[in-house]
């Protein structure tokens, strides 16, 4: 039953573009309503009519602790009463900058900002900056925020410029962006040749989680920061997702592989908006006021987000919890894939540290082009399957799901068993 969920997303279509303030939502990839969560606790959300469900979206991966954790919570009881926005430096800013930069091995000094997509237009303003070049180099099916300059599909040949993905960029906003194949490092290679001199920065996703979890291929991320260098362009890591994601210093210090850049936003708030870049302090310098690249926010450092995000990490610090991530979602793995075979589905499932998705394909997913060969109405099929049986995935094919440390045993076998018998529905 989701009368009360239909009714408001009536009143919200009225209103709000597409009823919704984030597309993905508005549940246009697999059909249907969307349900509207009155609340969220531990590994579990309730809808509006009542409804509860095992959550797999942990808001989209910041909630890496759960819903309502006491830590946080406790943090957000104890700022609240002190404000919740001076305009002014803080001390838990300083503490948060100190936890980060401690925690990734290629940031010296970060900056603070609202949101992901913030903190990769800085980052990209910064590396043109400092490298006085104007061309980026991004990879088809990542996704690094609504930024103009961002925001292409990849031209007919590894050097063919952008063209706008969005009615409103206008052609010059993303001509001097590049996208390629992910993990087609001779890709890589020609564009930088053609394009000698001229590319300021090669941005990607080290565990690409727009387009579904694509891991990188053996050596892809070494070779990438072998290139970059050897051209003389910096090497930007969109963490937004992975930071403190999967592993506590994040992919970086997970896969081995230092940026000159890095990304950050989801877990370093806590579940709050927020948002970081970061570098070596060579680069950070370009920051004003210490530098001439200009970056500002009124709310950057909010006093809520960072002390949500100081709770999160010191949670995060203790021993064994990203063993112990990686452990439920491996048994998830497992457990799906057998349900899938059980039903004769066909899926991949890819999955690293805490992420996974299930792509309804037979063929290795590695890129963009791969995960497009997947069964998009089976998936939206089994979507719902799962929905209506209290398990909460991904309103995408082409989306991540996300284990908490809230999660249970028990969430994980009632998963497989619900799955088992969605698998059986979708079958034919």
Avoid at 15 to 31: E, K, M, Y
Avoid at 156 to 176: E, H, I, K, R, W
Avoid at 267 to 284: D, E, F, K, N, T
Wanted: proline residues 5%; contains cysteine.
């Amino acid at each position: 039953m989701n009368d009360r969920s239909k009714e408001l997303f009536s009143r919200a279509q009225k209103r709000i573009p597409g009823g919704v303030n984030s597309p993905v939502r508005a549940f246009r990839s697999v059909g249907g309503d969307p349900r509207f969560i009155r609340s969220g606790k531990g590994s579990r959300v309730t809808d509006v009519d009542g409804n509860t469900y095992i959550d797999y979206l942990g808001s989209w991966g910041p909630l890496i602790l759960g819903h309502a954790p006491a830590p946080v919570i406790g943090a957000l009881r104890r700022q609240i009463g002190l404000g919740t926005s001076y305009g002014a430096p803080t001390e838990n800013e300083v503490v948060l900058a100190e936890m980060i930069t401690e925690a990734v091995p290629s940031i010296d000094k970060v900056r603070l900002v609202n949101s992901g997509t913030e903190a990769t237009m800085s980052a990209i303003r910064l590396a043109r900056a400092f490298t006085g070049r104007n061309k980026i180099i991004k990879f088809d099916g990542c996704y690094h925020g609504h930024v103009d300059s961002l925001l292409v599909k990849a031209g007919s040949g590894v050097a063919t410029l952008g063209l706008p993905d969005s009615l409103g960029v206008q052609p010059q906003d993303c001509s001097s962006t590049i996208s390629i194949p992910y993990n087609d490092i001779d890709a890589v290679h020609q564009v930088l040749d053609l394009n000698r001199s001229e590319v300021a920065a090669v941005i990607v996703e080290p565990v690409a989680g727009n387009m579904g979890i694509v891991l990188p291929a053996q050596g892809f991320l070494q070779r990438l920061r072998k290139l970059t260098r050897e051209h003389g362009a910096l090497l930007i890591f969109d963490e937004v997702i992975t930071g403190f994601r999967l592993l506590y210093g994040g992919a970086q210090a997970l896969l081995k592989v230092k940026p000159d850049l890095t990304c950050l936003g989801k877990v370093i708030g806590g579940g709050l908006p927020v948002g970081a870049y970061g570098g070596h302090r060579s680069i950070m310098k370009w920051v004003a006021p210490e530098g001439p690249v200009y970056q500002a926010g009124t709310l950057s450092g909010n006093p809520l987000a960072v002390s949500a995000g100081i709770a999160a990490l010191e949670a995060l610090k203790k021993e064994g919890v990203y063993a112990k991530l990686a452990a439920m979602t491996a048994s998830l793995v497992v457990g799906l894939k057998k349900a899938a075979g059980e039903a004769g589905v066909p899926v991949r499932i890819n999955s690293i540290g805490s992420m996974f998705t299930v792509f309804f394909t037979e063929t290795e997913v590695r890129d963009f082009q791969t995960a497009k060969t997947s069964d998009t109405e089976r998936y939206a099929r089994f979507f719902h399957a799962m929905l209506e049986r209290g398990v909460y995935f991904p309103p995408s094919q082409f989306e991540t799901g996300f284990l908490s440390l809230a999660h249970t045993k028990s969430d994980i076998n009632a998963t497989i068993e619900l799955a088992r018998a969605a698998f059986r529905e979708v079958a034919g």
